[in-house]
Nanobody, 116 residues
């Protein structure tokens, strides 16, 4: 059964860092592009970052460019999101998933809360 488990969120102060981890199981992992997404209260889910299957090409939302870094370990079926200089506007539930359909069923996400 295809499954995503996100972890690593927490409550931090502005300027601090967190590293999110996403582990995929139940389906092929290494040949696809992956992404991180986030959803703040009352808002639509939005794109944060993507990484291609080799890990050599990444894209970022303008709001996180220069602060966040996406990476992957195909041997561990894992995608990471290093988040530095976190700001209150980064507060959201963070999810990972394939960039293209058919996607995995969405996981529960991991809550990131940044206080000012």
């Amino acid at each position: 059964q295809a499954q995503l488990i996100e972890s690593g969120g927490g409550l931090v102060q502005a300027g601090e860092s967190l590293r999110l981890t996403c582990v995929a199981s139940g389906r092929a992992f290494s040949s696809d592009d992956w992404g991180w997404f986030r959803q703040a209260p009352g808002k639509e889910r939005e794109f944060v970052a993507t990484i291609n299957w080799t890990g050599q090409r990444t894209t970022y939302a303008d709001s996180v460019k220069g602060r966040f870094t996406i990476s992957r370990d195909n041997t561990r079926n894992t995608v990471y999101l290093q988040m530095n200089d976190l700001q209150p506007e980064d507060t959201a539930v963070y999810y990972c998933n394939l960039v293209a359909n058919p996607q995995f069923p969405w996981g529960r996400g991991t809550q990131v809360t940044v206080s000012s």
